[in-house]
């Protein structure tokens, strides 16, 4: 199905953005205690002397003025500046076993952490401890391991460039690149898919490109309630005529239509934009097919051209300079037929035609994409299979086109630069050992998935966690809460109390640190900046404007040089006048990484600098020096073929409401998909819910697949008659990673396959 709509305006309620966005800010600034501070700190998001919005990794507009208004920024920063605290009454005043049994919104509802924490065994609750003993037990236990290779390191993408880097300092110097990462479960395909097919892990296009493209391909992505501020620069290019194309198995709002709040007339006039001139809607996991029928037109309409004696519609001269493998890749599109593209993709031949025709009508197109694309089993051919498509009319490495992976955590991808990698290059390491005199590790450590099987299995004995909510956020939930317990010491550095916390191995802590929007002030009471860097690989700084939410809190990189002191000493690093100063730590990042070159001068100018990108500047850095096509078949079947064959068994996406961030909840309500007040719901086809004999509201029980033996069950959803492809469903994450299994993961990239799981169904007695 596709809408080619173009009548501009529609009817208010109806669009994303606009007044209900404004509601429900106020709403959540209310909600989340924090009026007046959440208010003024708004006016600092994104802002060249402020703080770097934690909701996501959109880049920020090197001309706008006034602060870019975002809804889910607003719950985001709300959220961290909430009144409420959690303080060592709190967990006086409950046992572990019994906050199990809350809700992840009301856990985190508790409010900020303030002290301190060990967990004591004997009476089941975490009580206070001092940052200095806590350091010390944590040392002895970690040098108490057998091997450094049993213990876990994860990071989520929240951390600034400098906290990643000591993190990372330290481990490898402890002995061990075991850095288990958010990004494993979320953008690996893109990095690994496109450091393959054009020797650079991270998207092409700067924000700029997208006043320029003709048309922008937008790929398994929710902006809406995601990336919010994306909106806004497509919008923009839907209103000066670019066309947007989306493929999406659901009809996200947001990306049908948007009044943008930061517009005053659309506003008065109840006024929206449409932004998806086209509106693809395949089946789960079936983009890599949709593709590949698009370059299969592609090559018809040349060949067809070029038989009449015209100009080949394949940027021969960029295929001829810059790449290789284009006839292995064409023989595999030619040789795929339309009966398995069709049929995998979920799309008609004649939608796939219109596809191609915005593709081909376009000089300068940019596809960008996200956890719909990232979160299958073959989500890293999928990922080169975009970037085929793009190269075919060379579309990187020029103004207004490119390649961009909308990341999500909003210092996911600078985590990655500076280090967090459980494989990183020969290069990155040799220049470590360089700048600190040091021996480090080279075989490759764990990724999540790794990590996983090796406290299920006993040989890793520690989990450290720097943010993040690793039991809620990795599949078989109730599996890898036992595996946390079992270890011998676990580590939580928090904002805000979490499940993670509640699965305290032998000895355990719970350490609060500033949130990014706080002023981080030195032993001279001097306010410290971090840096990060978003999708288009802008690295800017960001520094905290709101008062601590307790005096004892502790910066993410004070509590790591205090962890790193204790463990590893400080003959060679010294970490605690790095914790005094970022400024010492950047300097060891700019003589460590390539382009951070005057990293302290150049950070410090308003909106940052760009870290420079050989694929944007046709600079192949991949085995053969050129860009490469793959040419990797689509697979036999993906999940939705298979899933026909066994009748009742549907293939689940677990996806985000608009009112969490993550694991996050902030509240109950999805108010673009109409759901209020719930979150155990499932979304399914009408005829889906009839064929199982079921009605629509009905209660179920979801459940996962069980060839390993192990029981998979998330109990009590009601069932949401829906607009979606037959066969595929839809949930929300956390609640149904209870049935995502452990053991199934993305080819390549080992990311859990959380948009294509296998469930049935079991109705619930009335
Ligand atoms: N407010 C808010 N902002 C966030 C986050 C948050 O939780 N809340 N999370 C942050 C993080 S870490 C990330 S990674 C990003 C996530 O950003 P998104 O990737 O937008 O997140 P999801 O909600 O998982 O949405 C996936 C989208 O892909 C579609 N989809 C699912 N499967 C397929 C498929 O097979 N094919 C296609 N074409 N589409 C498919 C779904 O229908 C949905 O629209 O957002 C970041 N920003
Ligand atoms: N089924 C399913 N599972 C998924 C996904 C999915 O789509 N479906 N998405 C995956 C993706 S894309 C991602 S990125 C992961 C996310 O996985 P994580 O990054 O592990 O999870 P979050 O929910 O972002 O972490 C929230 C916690 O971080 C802490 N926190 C917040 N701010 C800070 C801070 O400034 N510093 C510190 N130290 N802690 C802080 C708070 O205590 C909060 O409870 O989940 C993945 N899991
Ligand atoms: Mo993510």
Redesign the pocket.
Known sequence: MSINDTSRTLKKSHAAGGWGALRSCGKHLLASGSALTGAKTLLKANQPDGFDCP???WGDPEHGSSFEFCE??V??VAWEATDRRATPAFFAAHTVSELRGWSDYELENQGRLTEPMVYDRATDRYRPVSWEDAFAGIAAELKALADPNEAEFYTS?RASNEAAFLYQLFVRMFGTNNFPD?SNM??EASGLGLMQSIGVGKGTVLLEDFEHADAIIV?????G????RMLGDLRRAAMRGARVA?????R?RG?ERFADPQDKIEMLRGGATSIASHY????????MA?IRGTAKVVFARDAERRAGGHASLLDLDFIAHHTVGLDDWRAEVEATSWDVIEDQSGLTRAEIESLADVYLGAERVIAT????????RHSVATVREIANLLLLRGHVGRAGAGLCP????SN?QGDRTVGINENAPEWFIAALEREFDLTLPRAPGHNVLHAIHAMVEGRSKAFIGLGGNFVRATPDTDLVHAALTRCRLTVQIATKPNHSHLAPGKAAYLLPCLGRTEIDRNSKRRPQIVTVEDSMSMVHGSGGINRPAAPTLRSEVQIIAGIAAATVGSDKVRWLAMADDYDLVRDHISRVIPGFEDFNVRVRKPRGFHLRNAAAEREWNTASGRAEFSATPLPREVEHQQARSQPGTFVL??????D???T?VYGLDDRYRGVYGERRVVFAHPDDIAALGALPNARVDVIGSDEDGRTRVAEDFRLVAYDLPRG?V?GY?PELNAVVPFNKAGEGSDTPL???VMVTFRARAA
């Open positions: 909701g996501c990794a889910n920024g719950k985001a993408g958010c979320c953008h790929i398994g992505q929710n902006p309630t995601n990336h919010p989306v493929l999406n198995p659901v996200e990306l693809f809607r395949p089946k789960l996991g079936g983009d949709a994409w996200a956890m719909g694309v990232t979160q299958h909308v990341r999500g955590h996911v996406q677990t996806f985000r409401s608009h969490q961030y993550n996050t595929c839809a994450y959380s948009k294509s």
